[in-house]
């Protein structure tokens, strides 16, 4: 029993050795907002949106594109399409009558991913910058001009931004984010950030090459091959949007762990980066690497040894922790657990982290997912 408990106490220990050790480069750092020399330019932007079935949302996200804070001559939207509704003829007649934004229409025969769509979006791309960004999510007026500043510096060749209000109002969502966002900033100051957001990020035209045709992290995988071929990949919580999340526990699982599985596959595939290409390889990486595999792993380790502890100690005992942890789980995904809320969101990503390895080592993980309606709602 003693061996057990102490296994458990080894095991959580390990688990929250990243966070400590991110809170003491954190004082130790103390970042702010972009590490980019940022300065006003205005080069030519390609926007590549790709759409399936979105014809109730994808004239507001054309209209999104279209508040954008930036002279529309220098803009093309590039859509990839490979709907079997009525989108691409509602994103051509939104664009009949304009003679800005230019518009590059690729129509797909059938869908077969993301990724593939992707890569045929950003070769049809023509201009200097390119932004990816999503269908359901809403993007800040500034946020281009933010992101071309950025760019402006000659060691940054991509950044992404900053989910600063979650569309259906999940808090245990934002709370997630604003950890996230306290990580990245910490990340793009040391070297280069890991994650890129679907919602809005930014390339050099020049710095982009092909993702994996199967890939399902594919902003986060294109920003990585960009840090390995030389550039810097930053975060700047000045460039701001929104997309929709669900907080009920089932709901979220489909959304958050299909984007864990994509992240953990992707760190898995990247493992030659491991203690190279500067601190991004020997800090960014390694925090990464703990945070989304070794923690998750450690923690259900850990939790199962002291289940064990607890029935050797006293049979019935044990009992005591699922019924602790199913409370969590409904205290937490109903938002009800007042100030302890963003300490439940960093646990509930961890469960996503830990199922999204136990799915990928059975085999799980295609480029195809299925449309999340009730978000698309949220959009709307």
Same mark, same amino acid.
């Given at each position: 029993m003693k061996r057990l408990a102490r296994l458990a106490g080894l095991l959580f220990f390990l688990a929250g050795l990243p966070y400590a050790l991110f809170l003491l480069l954190l004082g130790l750092v103390r970042p702010e907002g972009s590490p980019a020399e940022k300065r006003p330019q205005e080069p030519t932007v390609s926007v590549v949106l790709p759409t399936y079935n979105e014809e109730r949302i994808v004239e507001n996200k054309l209209e999104?594109?279209?508040a954008l804070d930036y002279p529309m001559e220098k803009v093309e939207v590039v859509v990839v399409d490979s709907s079997d509704d009525a989108t691409p003829d509602l994103v051509e007649a939104f664009f009949a009558e304009r003679d800005a934004p230019t518009l590059t229409l690729l129509r797909e025969d059938e869908r077969r991913g993301l990724a593939i769509a992707l890569n045929e979006a950003y070769a049809a791309a023509s201009n200097e910058v390119v932004v990816k960004t999503d269908c359901d999510s809403k993007i800040a007026p500034d946020a281009l001009r933010e992101a071309v500043a950025n760019l402006a510096d000659p060691a940054v060749q991509g950044v992404t931004g900053r989910n600063v209000d979650v569309l259906?109002?999940?808090?245990?969502?934002?709370?997630y984010r604003d950890v996230q966002a306290r990580i990245q900033t910490l990340e793009s100051h040391l070297d280069s950030t890991l994650i890129f957001h679907g919602p809005f990020s930014a390339f050099e035209r020049d710095a982009i090459v092909p993702i994996d045709e199967d890939s399902i992290a594919d902003d986060t995988e294109l920003a990585m091959k960009i840090r390995k071929n030389g550039g810097r990949v $930053?975060?700047?919580?000045?460039?701001?949007?929104? =997309?929709?999340s669900h907080s009920a526990f089932r709901k979220r699982r489909k959304q958050k762990d299909r984007r864990a599985m994509g992240l953990v596959r992707l760190l898995s595939r990247n493992r030659d980066a491991l203690f190279r290409h500067g601190l991004y390889g020997w800090v960014v990486l390694p925090f990464n690497w703990c945070f989304m595999v070794l923690s998750p792993w450690a923690i259900a380790a850990g939790i199962v040894a002291f289940t064990l502890a607890l029935a050797a100690f006293g049979g019935p005992l044990a009992l005591a922790v699922p019924v602790l942890l199913l409370s969590v789980v409904a205290l937490g995904s109903t938002e009800r657990l007042g100030p302890a809320q963003p300490a439940?969101?960093?646990f509930d990503t961890q469960i996503s982290l830990w199922w999204a390895s136990v799915r990928l080592l059975q085999g799980e993980g295609g480029p195809?997912?299925? $449309?999340?309606?009730?978000?698309?709602?949220?959009? =709307?």
């Open positions: 999104d594109i279209l259906g109002g999940s808090e245990v969502e934002e709370g $930053v975060f700047d919580p000045a460039i701001q949007y929104m =997309e929709a439940y969101a960093l195809i997912w299925e $449309v999340d309606a009730e978000l698309r709602e949220q959009y =709307e």
